[in-house]
């Protein structure tokens, strides 16, 4: 009996014992989750891009009498660029990223600077925002929204004790991005400055400021870019048309009633590529800033929802990792990419559906555009990186991490 009963309660024994170890095996597999998210989120939204370009650029270059194929190749071009930068992105460890906190914000607003010299600024479209030789132009905004993140990000986990300080921790980010946002509205480039604007308020609202703090500088801060936003004809125009553009459907408001009509054409499933008669020449910058509207008319409600998933996915596994990130530094840094290219998306999209004002910003990895695209896809490159190397940790760690600061605060 003994002889027979031993082999058993032994193999059941060593069937209960590696639970644990094959529980923990499983939660150091290669990647994690929102890995994998991320990857699929940002593919789709490049794969749905690329064909949308390309219908709605050769459209009006058709009717420019040029190459048909001209936007959609530089596009393709910037997708494999950005691919490389954002590869390279993902295999940088914070700490390198760290090393950057300040020469990268700087070496930005120097740019910002230069693109108003003559001869070296290129002026276009109504706005000074570019700087280069030839075809390679280079716009020092978009930079401005990675330097931000880094240097917010930076400027928090280093003052972390002294959050409740606002000459430490508030002051320095305001400034930072007082100064930024002068430079980019002077050329003039609002929708930029709000994604600005929203990354720094979701880096001081997660670094847990004093919301008194955090109120006084939503205020001062809206006061002074409504301030800056309504000082011209043109700007006071496009901000307030979107109240009701059908009332200025021939002036501020005609990119808003032609979006709606387009949208409003595509129905459930879309007209087809290029199929969607307002593209036609009645919706100016059909392929950059409006590129949600030609989807809509293209696509239809199930190409518009499936973009849409593919920005909350982005959200959803972005919030997941910076909560899961124990390393203060990597945790704002994931916050602030995530509010970046939402928040971008989030105005964009409600321009195009006359739900806000009409700024002139992309919708990331899906208009064209060079800079926007490459510095989009780098910022997400760092955040797939530290998703990648969070194998094994457990999940909503921030949590815990907030109460043990907390408590850290109350001790001193």
Known sequence: MSITTLPVARGRAARREPAPEAVRTKAAAPGTAEHRVLLVAIGGLLLVGLPVVLAASSIEAVLVSSSPWGDFARQCIFVVVGLVAATVASRLEPEVIRRFRFVLPLGVLALLVVVFLPGVGHYAGGSSRWIGVGPVQVQPSELMKLALVVFGADLLARRARRRDQFQAVVVPLVVMLGVAGMLIMKQPDLGTT?????????????????????????????????????RSAYSRARLLSFVNPFAHASGSGYQVVQSLATLGLGGPLGNGLGGSPTTWG?????????????????????????????????????????????????RYLAVGITVWILSQAIINIGGVLGALPVTGIPLPFVSYGGSALVVAMTGSGILVGIARRQRGVPAFALPRAASGRRAARGST
């Open 194 to 230: 709000i994604v600005l604007c929203c990354i720094t308020f979701g880096l001081l609202f997660v670094a847990e400021v004093r919301l008194r703090h955090l109120g006084g500088v939503v205020a001062v801060v809206g006061l002074a870019g409504s301030a800056l936003a309504l």
């Open 282 to 330: 009645y919706l100016p910058n059909s392929h950059t800033d409006f590129v949600f509207a030609v989807l809509g008319g293209d696509l239809g409600l199930v190409g518009s929802f499936a973009v849409l998933a593919c920005f909350a996915a982005f959200a959803w596994a972005g919030i997941r990792v910076a909560a899961r990130e124990r390393d203060p530094f990597t």
